[in-house]
């Protein structure tokens, strides 16, 4: 199981025409992703922010906030991805293949948005900019369907 989780990281840290094959990845490689994204970025915010609060539930609340609020990205991302594929090949993906990418294509462009939020709160527009076009590159590899033409 943690081998699975491992290669889906790995495959997803660059984005490529066989990260597509991705969207057909088991739920514990996504949602173990996820919560490794989770415990990263709870960790980066905890070294920048340096709670004075009681740092065991400092931990769990932020971490569970971000988990939360990185599955509603995921998902707005997910329907980006439909509309996306529905429009660039015509042939729509799946909600269940749609997910599973999303989450793949998100980690690293969510990781570098919460850095350069740190570093400014005004980069927050490069990194979602960079995060649409991480997420939109490999969909453009998809194989178009060739128009069959009718016979005369």
Do not use: C, E
Request: net charge positive.
């Amino acid at each position: 199981m943690l081998s699975t989780i491992f290669t889906f990281l790995r495959s997803s840290l660059v984005p490529s025409k066989q990260v597509l094959r991705l969207r057909l990845a088991p739920l514990h490689a996504y949602m173990g992703a996820a919560f490794i994204l989770t415990l990263v970025i709870t960790t980066l915010d905890f070294l920048v922010i340096r709670p004075d609060f009681f740092i065991p539930m400092w931990l769990f609340l932020h971490g569970f906030a971000i988990f939360f609020f990185y599955l509603i990205w995921v998902s707005i991302i997910a329907l980006f991805v439909q509309l996306f594929t529905k429009i660039y090949s015509k042939n729509m993906l799946p909600y269940r293949q749609s997910w599973p990418y999303a989450v793949s294509m998100t980690l690293v462009p969510t990781v570098l948005l919460v850095t350069l939020y740190h570093i400014n709160s005004n980069f927050i527009v490069i990194g979602l900019i960079i995060g649409l076009g991480y997420v939109t590159y490999p969909l453009t590899k998809v194989p178009q369907k060739k128009q069959r033409r009718a016979s005369s």
